[in-house]
């Protein structure tokens, strides 16, 4: 367990694509459930998608059929991904990953240290 590491954010011109890389310490069986938030100046973190253990995705509707969030297990690291097409403005924020561990009766979360996304007309 522990924070994750993001990768791939940058600046992209509206209408492009991106894709963001995570990578987050444990089993597929550790890690209940995975996923991407954002957060804009001024505003509060949102949730854009996750992927839970066995495999069920959610997306926020502003990015549903736009963005898709999948994964990679290799030993001992869960990789997460999340590929960005069709990019507005206002998808123009820091975005982070989450890992959400098993962890006793409960559950821990860790997050990332944020990747920038920056989209201009």
């Known amino acids: 367990q522990g924070q994750p590491v993001e990768s791939g954010g940058g600046l992209v011109q509206a209408g492009g694509s991106l894709r963001l890389s995570c990578a987050a310490s444990?089993?597929?069986?550790?890690?209940?459930?995975m996923g991407w938030y954002r957060q804009a100046p001024g505003k509060e973190r949102e949730l854009v998608a996750t992927?839970?253990?066995?495999?069920?995705?959610?997306?926020a509707d502003s990015v549903k059929d736009r963005f898709t969030i999948s994964r990679d297990v290799a030993k001992n690291t869960v990789y997460l991904y999340l590929q960005m097409n069709n990019l507005k403005r206002d998808d123009t924020a820091v975005y982070y990953c989450?890992?959400?561990?098993?962890?006793?009766?409960?559950?821990?979360?860790?997050w990332g240290q944020g990747t920038q996304v920056t989209v201009f007309t």
């Open positions: 989450s890992a959400r561990y098993v962890s006793g009766n409960g559950f821990t979360r860790y």
């Open positions: 992927i839970t253990s066995g495999g069920t995705t959610n997306y």
């Open positions: 444990g089993s597929i069986f550790s890690i209940n459930t």
